[in-house]
């Protein structure tokens, strides 16, 4: 029996899965190596030619990778790492087990990311990383972040968990920065279920990475395996099993042969609402800036000052009609973890605004026409 979650609902987001994926897990499984192999390294291999950069290093989840960058970055106990506040509590989670302190900026009233102009008044003697994130699949402007990190020598590491396929400047988030990360959660362009890589350019990152991310051991079960057990693995610091599986990988091997298509439907998409959406009154479409491609892993929709109804009643109202909507992005400092740092909200307006104004409506490959046409039909029905 088929277990459909998304009956007679336009449902907020649905990874688009097949028979291939469900074929390339099946072969893996059938193989007998299941654990970090042979096909995580393909995934690799396949995710470093789409993007065009020398390495990447595939965990668990985006979260391990942030965390194993700004270990590589030398992030210690009690350093200070600057990121925007207008995020997930993953990128927190990451900060803390580097052991370092969040310090937040607010965003870009346009781009909803870390506002460039107010990082340099964040910064401590503490400070070690800016932790920038491309937010709902758009690039930030990562020339400016590079040239504040320089000035400051800091190391700018881009948690592009949302954005991959994004361009800067017309190439791949992952080819600039020296550390750039991807999450392969559902939620994102591509998924493998849970999962994460670390990207970069350099041969040194990339080594201490592989090896932390497999318990510290300077050899990989594969190189073992390829050498019959001729080779003794040595521990030169402790690490971490954050390793993504073969059946993950092999999900996401197949993923990858569709790449071309989850990018182009997604601008497609948006390409629609843009036109659709920009007449509503009310409504404010998303800004892209001129150095962007955004990944479009969301669609997210801003209430102007003359907008008649809230976001609230906007969601209640699309709710009844069979259409999932989500609220949009809220901001960390407000929750009850950060109690005892007495963040203030005036500190922070611009994303304290937005978390009130803004709502996010269903984009992904698989979203029918019909649909798509009924979600903006209902949106026009609505804010008249
Ligand atoms: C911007 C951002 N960074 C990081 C993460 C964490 O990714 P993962 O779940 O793969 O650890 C997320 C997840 O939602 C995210 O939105």
Redesign the pocket.
Known sequence: MTNNLFENQVPFMKPLLGEEEWYAMKDVILSGWVSQGPKVQEFEQVLANFLGVKHVIAMN????A?HIGMKIAGVKYGDDVIAANF??M??VNAIKMAGANPIFVDVDPKTYNIDPSKIEAAITPKTKLVLN?D?IGLPNDIDELQRICDKHNLILLD?A??AFGAKYKGEFLGKKALLTTF???P?KMITTG???ALVTNDDKIAENARILRATGASVSDLERHKAKGMILQKYYDSGYNYRMTDMQAAMGIAQMDRIDYIISERARQARYYNEKLSTIPGIQIPFVPEYATPAWSSYCLKLTDDAKLTVEEIIAKMTENNISVRYGIQPLHQEPFFDAMNFKDDDFPVSCHLAKNTFFIPIFPGLTEKEQNYVVETLQKIMK
């Open positions: 989840a985006c979260t391990s942030m995020t997930c993953a990128n994130i937010q948690d968990a949302t999450s392969f959660h939620r849970e999962g994460g």
